[in-house]
């Protein structure tokens, strides 16, 4: 296994998707070929101290790639002796690609999340990505939304290198069984209920939940909406929910930490997220790692049809795929007054996210894609 050289701007402690999915192909390498540089954060020394690997501060909170940060790249690659090079998102950085090999770096592989379908519908952006593909060896891709919109800006040579690379589910960590406690804790008794975890910004469409809610309480007396999460939505949602009249049956938690979100997600009878792409598809969804998880706690899902969603469910069998308030109240109270349903749904999502989106698939996929 040669070693690797991690260039990101996307990892702990800041939280985010993009971050969690680097650091846990990280994790899965073997520690003593892996260096990470990544910017400086907030909590950064604390968590680094952690880590089985070495992991390399950039002073500021934002790499570029100018001069300065291709320059330290390639000095923390010679230091370390580093063969291969994973961007933890293709662009900008894997603009330094001419730099690191030049350091000696052999292979480079760029990861690509979501965001990248924005820079592929602006022609100046469109034309350093296709740069980027030419400079590296593989660019991946989440799903194949992405493999299309992105194939169309690359250089045909860089398309057919392209290769599917998602991240995994922790199914130790989400699990059925744990969700009595945060019924208990939010006083909510045996209530139906339907949970959203996400950051809180216009695309997740937790606005779409709270208009569907009073049709929702019609059908499924006692049902509650559980919104998990924060962001800069979050004002506007709750004034949303108390002029909508259902504010009373909308419960907004605020961030969880990390190791009580299993919990969180299995409190609930029903997942939801009716994500939907906005600003002419510059802004869509990657994957939708929150069906997974949701589908690894053994629950039915219901998720928009935004960017990469879709391939986070398996429409009529793990859930469904939605667009509009009035086809997602109908879903959910279908699934709310179906219980047997849900549970054959959530069955099968368990069984699915067991099946084919294990870190152990993700990181043999990686390692593969690493060798010289």
């Not at 293709?90 to 001419?98: Q, R």
């Not at 961030?255 to 802004?283: I, K, Q, S």
């Amino acid at each position: 296994m040669p070693r690797t050289l991690i260039v990101t701007n996307d990892f702990p402690p800041r939280r985010g998707g993009i971050q969690s999915f680097v650091h846990g192909l990280a994790t899965r390498l073997p520690p003593d070929t892996v260096t990470v540089y990544a910017p400086a954060w907030e909590g950064a020394a604390a968590f680094d101290a952690e880590q089985r690997f070495p992991v390399i501060r950039h002073p500021t909170s934002l790499m570029l790639p100018v001069p300065a940060v291709a320059r330290r790249a390639a000095a923390i690659a010679r230091e370390h002796g580093c063969e291969s090079v994973l961007f933890g998102a293709a662009a900008p950085l894997g603009l330094i690609t001419p730099v690191l090999r030049k350091a000696g770096v052999k292979r480079a592989v760029a990861i690509t999340h979501g965001h990248e379908a924005g820079w592929a519908a602006l022609p100046g952006a469109r034309a350093l990505l296709r740069r980027i593909g030419d400079e590296v060896d593989v660019v991946t891709y989440l799903g194949e939304y992405f493999r299309v919109r992105l194939s169309r800006v690359l250089s045909p040579a860089a398309a057919k290198r392209m290769v599917r690379l998602a991240p995994g589910v922790d199914m130790s960590f989400f699990r059925p069984g744990s969700g009595g406690e945060v019924r208990e804790l939010l006083g909510l008794g045996d209530r139906p209920i339907v949970t959203c975890v996400s950051r809180m910004v216009p695309r997740k469409g937790q606005d779409t939940l709270i208009r569907a809610w009073s049709r929702v309480r019609a059908e499924v007396p006692g049902a509650v909406l559980l919104l998990v999460g924060d962001g800069p939505y979050a004002p506007a949602l709750k004034r949303q929910a108390h002029r909508l009249g259902v504010s009373g049956d909308v419960v907004f938690t605020g961030p969880v930490p990390w190791p009580e979100l299993p919990g969180y997600y299995d409190a609930a009878n029903v997942f939801a997220m009716p994500c939907r792409t906005r600003r002419a598809g510059l802004d869509v969804e990657g994957l939708g790692m929150v069906y997974l998880e949701a589908s690894a706690t053994g629950l039915p899902v219901i998720g928009g049809d935004s960017g990469g969603a879709p391939d986070a469910i398996l429409d009529g069998e793990t859930g469904y795929v939605v667009r509009g308030a009035s086809t997602l109240a109908a879903r959910i109270a279908e699934l709310l007054n179906d219980p047997a349903k849900a549970r054959t749904m959530g069955e099968k999502g368990l069984a699915w996210v067991d099946r084919e989106w294990s870190w152990d698939l993700a990181a043999a996929r990686l390692t593969a894609l690493l060798q010289p």
